[in-house]
């Protein structure tokens, strides 16, 4: 399978913990795209990396999250001090510069 | 930013039947519309997309249009089939090519 790949797909945490998702998009794509989906919503940007720089940021990203994408090819969000709020789909998609957007399956988070 | 409205929320039709999906955008700037369809528990798939430099483009029963002047964009679906059932979302770039703002999204229901 060489599409957008999430993992873990669901996360069930505690309230206060750190999490982490990972993301690896598609070979050669250059652009890679994270965004977050509630019940009912369509998605939602928070941020995205055209190789390994991020250039832009959502207010939606609060300084509880941090992405990274250390070496132009996978990335890294993490959520510090989760809150119920951060409940959501976390949709990862990569695209050449350009050209349409590609999405992974997704990572559940529950915060309990 | 880029502001995109959906309607109708929700969409019921027999099969065999042609469905429309509108949205209507805010940045005039905006210059690419993609559509995706999203099964439960999936990430979002690509099935149509349309640049603002054309005003319809067709894949088999799908169809896209686009009315610049009015900023707006339309989705068909002719020969709906009990498989097109999910919640399709449209998008806009504005300013941002990639960065994609999301309708609210359609339920649609095809009835055998």
């Known amino acids: 399978d060489t599409g957008v790949s999430q993992d873990p797909r669901h996360k069930i945490t505690k309230r206060g913990q750190n999490v982490t998702f990972r993301c690896d998009p598609i070979?050669?794509?250059?652009?890679l795209y994270w965004y977050r989906q509630t019940l009912g919503q369509g998605p939602e940007f928070l941020t995205y990396?055209?190789?390994?720089?991020?250039?832009?940021k959502s207010r939606l990203l609060s300084d509880r999250f941090s992405a990274e994408r250390p070496k132009g090819s996978f990335s890294t969000l993490e959520i510090q001090r989760t809150e119920q709020g951060d409940s959501a789909m976390y949709l990862c998609?990569?695209?050449?510069?350009?050209?349409?957007?590609?999405f992974g399956q997704g990572t559940r988070l529950t915060v309990v | 930013g880029e502001n995109v409205e959906q309607h109708p929320s929700t969409l019921s039709v027999q099969e065999g039947d042609s469905a429309v999906i509108k949205c209507t955008y805010s940045?005039?700037?905006?210059?690419?519309f993609p559509w995706y369809k999203q099964e439960l528990g999936k990430g979002p798939q690509l099935i149509i997309d349309?640049?603002?430099?054309?005003g319809e483009k067709k894949d088999q029963r799908i169809a896209v249009t686009l009315n610049k002047t009015a900023k707006h964009f339309s989705l068909h679906i002719t020969e709906t089939q009990p498989e097109d059932s999910a919640v399709y979302f449209c998008?806009?770039?504005?300013?941002?090519?990639?960065?994609?703002?999301f309708g609210q999204g359609t339920i649609l229901t095809v009835h055998p």
């Open positions: 998609a990569s695209s050449l510069v350009g050209i349409e957007a590609f």
């Open positions: 070979s050669e794509h250059n652009r």
């Open positions: 990396f055209q190789n390994e720089a991020q250039l832009e």
């Open positions: 940045d005039s700037a905006s210059n690419y």
């Open positions: 349309i640049r603002s430099n054309v």
């Open positions: 998008a806009g770039t504005g300013t941002s090519y990639g960065k994609l703002t």
